[in-house]
């Protein structure tokens, strides 16, 4: 049997997860915990009201939740493989779901950003990379840094292994990822090899993030 490359693209995951009221726990758990501290990184790195963020990978609106009623009303867009995902967030995640137009939540598996604005201030990929073998992290990256150029910030996490690591790794928090399945980890030579090839310059931060998950500004 050939293992899917990630949980969230078996069959029929999502509408399992969603029938049974989980929508909370399938994008990670620390639903509080977590969601303050990607809107505090945001605004550490200078993320104010009239800009225009986008939360890749937003799931049930975790982040959103917390970003709709501080930024400017429209200005919050988000992607996910699972726009009943992100509906279900909006539906009883946001104090005011008016603030956040459905339009504004685009299903993307494929990191092409369909119908998205040609301008974002600030990126998020949060808890996304760590579920997709290098090859499909260098390729968001690309169709990141080719869809919005500079000036942006993105900020985005992995878990690293040290260099030369072969097998599985135990990280900080005691998360087990792996080269060659999810949690996928990745060395930090290698991220900057595919981040640098798609035009970006990683910078890795030194917060300490849930599960041992490593923070990037690029």
């Known amino acids: 049997m050939t293992r899917s490359p990630s949980p969230y693209l078996v069959p029929g995951f999502y509408d399992r997860a969603l029938a049974q009221g989980r929508h909370r726990d399938i ?20 993320l104010q009201p009239h800009h225009r963020l986008l939360d890749i990978g937003a799931g049930a609106l975790r982040l959103g939740c917390k970003a709709v009623p501080y930024l400017a009303p429209g200005h919050y867009h988000a992607t996910d493989a699972s726009r009943a995902l992100m509906l279900r967030g909006r539906e009883a995640e946001l104090p005011d779901p008016d ?8 299903e993307d598996a494929a990191f092409a950003f369909p119908g998205l604005p040609a301008h974002v201030d600030y990126l998020i990929a949060w808890g996304v990379f760590t579920h997709l073998p290098p090859e499909q992290t260098a390729q968001a990256l690309a169709r990141i840094a080719a869809r919005w150029p500079a000036p942006r910030v993105i900020l985005f996490t992995v878990f690293l292994a040290a260099e030369g690591q072969t097998g599985p790794v135990r990280q900080p928090d005691g998360v087990v990822t792996h080269p060659d399945r999810p949690p996928w980890h990745i060395t930090e030579s290698a991220l900057h090899a ?6 970006l310059a990683p910078i890795r931060q030194p917060d300490r993030l849930p599960r041992g998950q490593a923070l990037f500004r690029a």
Request: no cysteine; glycine share 18%; hydrophobic share 45%.
């Open 194 to 199: 595919m981040a640098e090839a798609a035009g």
């Open 99 to 106: 603030r956040l137009p459905e339009g504004q939540l685009v």
């Open 27 to 46: 994008v990670g758990g620390r639903w509080e915990e977590t969601g303050r501290l990607q809107l505090a990184l945001l605004q550490a790195h200078g």
